[in-house]
């Protein structure tokens, strides 16, 4: 890209120092802001993807992701941005307005690849997809990624002695992060919407089953994610996969069968997705693992 747009800089957001010649300083105020944004994202994620399912009139659920979008911009240049207790409670009341049933439909959990798990365009529409063949889809957090991020900062130091300055910034704001993760997860309680899996137990579930040293990618992440997800009650998992990518299939496809050693449960389709892949038969392998499941 830089051979061709050479005047364009690029600005990405990332952990590994990637376009060192390109950057914004960070201020603990921008920190703290882009944490803020990720949980309000993550929370409208949560409450549109348990509500979608059960709207009664078609487009009920994005009227009201619409709504809170605005409500929560507008926010976002005054301090009330800050007052998390009240955007939460304004976002919950406007998808309460979608009453969920107590028979909820199946729940099918979305892992993989961080771009192909939530892009619609690389993924073909999975979520609408999942949504028309009766299903409830439940993707992990975006902060959840991150958090795996930190805590790799973390593990350098502890596995290789590398990051010895840098790894104490990242357990400061890992244990920020994680708190409010948490706190998201105490405004959820009482309500009739599951909350995001802890990630402290994820980050367990790690030394049940792959060394918390295999970073590349989503790395431990992934098979950590399936394990959880399965002993929370979600047995049914499609992994997203770009095609020929050598990390993610081994961390997603390879892990699948001690994965399931732990948890027989589980029935987990893993799912290549390319430009010049056949929708039709990605399609229909989703389709042969929701066949069994009860309705």
Known sequence: MEKEFPSVPVLSFNFSGLEKSHSLPMTPRMILEMTLAALYGDMLMLLYQQSRPYESKE???????????DYISKRLSRHGFYSMKKNYAYFIKQFQAINIPQKRKPRVGVVGEI??????????????????EGTEPFSPSL?????YCLV????????????????VLDLILYRLAYRLTRIQAHYLKGT??????????IR????????PGVKMGEGWLIPSE?????????????????????????????????????CPSLNIAAIDY????????????????????ER
């Not at 487009?59 to 979008?69: S, T, V």
């Not at 902060?143 to 958090?147: D, G």
């Open 59 to 69: 487009g009920e659920a994005d009227a009201i992701l619409k709504r809170c979008q």
């Open 115 to 132: 771009f192909v798990k939530y892009s619609a365009l690389a993924n073909n529409n999975l979520f609408s997809f999942l949504l028309s």
């Open 143 to 147: 902060l959840e990624f991150c958090l």
């Open 152 to 167: 790799n900062g973390e593990e350098d130091f502890r596995l290789y002695r590398k990051n010895k300055f840098s790894h």
């Open 192 to 201: 009739s919407y599951y909350p995001y899996d802890d990630f402290e137990k």
């Open 204 to 211: 367990k579930n790690t030394s049940r089953i792959i060394s």
């Open 226 to 262: 399936m394990l959880t997800m399965g002993e929370e009650g979600v047995e049914d998992i499609v992994c997203c996969q770009p095609f020929g990518c050598l990390p993610n299939h081994i961390v997603g496809k390879g892990m699948i069968r001690p994965v399931k050693k732990l």
């Open 274 to 293: 390319d430009p010049g892949a056949s929708q039709v038969n990605q399609e229909n392998r989703i389709k042969l693992m929701l066949s069994n499941l």
